[in-house]
């Protein structure tokens, strides 16, 4: 195992495996900044008993935002540490503070060993109006054709935006190109039109999956092919159900929970799904 237990325990009913798992979507950086922890994430497992298993292989961190960026920014130092990969993006809430500077940042960033993929970026039309979907979409073209010129994988935000999102992707990137739909909540039949268009991608599904209300989700987690479907928490955000009453923020050891779900909803065993996203994650990310 990567981490040996130890401290306090915040965790009940832990499914059990021993097929090997990657969390493909997370935000260390947030975490860390709402548990105030200064230390390192080996310090930060290490100090949960149980709460990262010994199938635990690692995580990639996203970030995504303009101060990731900045000189205080501390991303280097994280992904120096084992099995801790990141990609790198401006998400598109932060689509406004996208511009030259930003873009070189984040290129160089991406020249870093264990940067895997660009992003995340793309549209969020959630909370927001014309004149900002338009400045989602132009700073979304900018991020792929950057992506393609340096030849790093696609990862894609799309909340309720899943026609321009497909449109953009389509127009900017050659139909092989390696692609995560993270955090997908969107319908079956617009997952099987990306799916259609690119060969490559894969759609994320997180702790989402787990509640009794995503039935939109769980239809999608049964339709979705195994060969497309990555295992993700977006921590520290949707904390499996199982685990919300222990749990203010979810990290990288929760991905169990995520998978039996889905084992559950498909009729698979636990094995058959971690052992499909962990290909699916090579072939994703190289890891």
């Not at 306090?8 to 990657?22: E, M, N, W």
């Not at 949707?238 to 749990?247: H, T």
């Not at 979810?250 to 499909?276: E, F, N, P, Y």
């Amino acid at each position: 195992p990567l981490f040996r237990s130890a401290g306090a325990s915040s965790y009940t009913g832990q499914p059990s495996s021993k097929v090997g798992f990657i969390d493909t979507h997370c935000h260390l950086e947030y975490l860390f900044e709402r548990l105030r922890h200064r230390g390192t994430f080996a310090e930060f497992a290490a100090s949960r008993r149980d709460a990262f298993p010994s199938n635990y292989e690692g995580c990639v961190t996203i970030y995504c935002d303009s101060a990731s960026f900045s000189s205080f920014g501390t991303w280097k130092d994280v992904i120096e540490e084992p099995n801790v990969w990141a990609a790198f993006g401006l998400h598109p809430h932060n689509a406004k503070y996208y511009d030259d500077v930003i873009e070189q940042k984040i290129s160089a960033a991406c020249q870093h060993s264990k940067a895997v993929a660009w992003g995340e970026t793309g549209l969020d039309y959630a909370k927001h109006g014309v004149d900002e979907r338009k400045q989602q979409m132009e700073v979304f073209e900018r991020q792929l054709k950057c992506a393609t010129t340096i030849g790093k994988p696609i990862v894609v935000h799309s909340r309720d935006s899943e026609e321009d999102a497909l449109r953009i992707l389509a127009e900017n990137l050659p139909r092989d190109w390696k692609i995560h739909l993270h955090c997908y909540t969107g319908t079956a039949e617009d997952a099987d039109k990306f799916f259609r268009h690119f060969p490559n991608l894969f759609v994320g599904f997180t702790g989402v999956t787990t509640y009794e209300s995503a039935r939109n989700v769980h239809e999608c987690v049964q339709r979705v092919p195994l060969e497309r479907i990555l295992l993700e928490t977006d921590s520290p955000y949707m904390v499996p159900a199982k685990l919300k009453g222990q749990n203010r923020f979810s990290h990288s050891g929760m991905i169990l929970h995520i998978a039996q779900r889905i084992a559950d909803l498909k009729g698979v065993s636990l094995d058959t799904v971690l052992t499909g996203a962990r290909e699916n994650t090579t072939k994703m990310y190289g890891i």
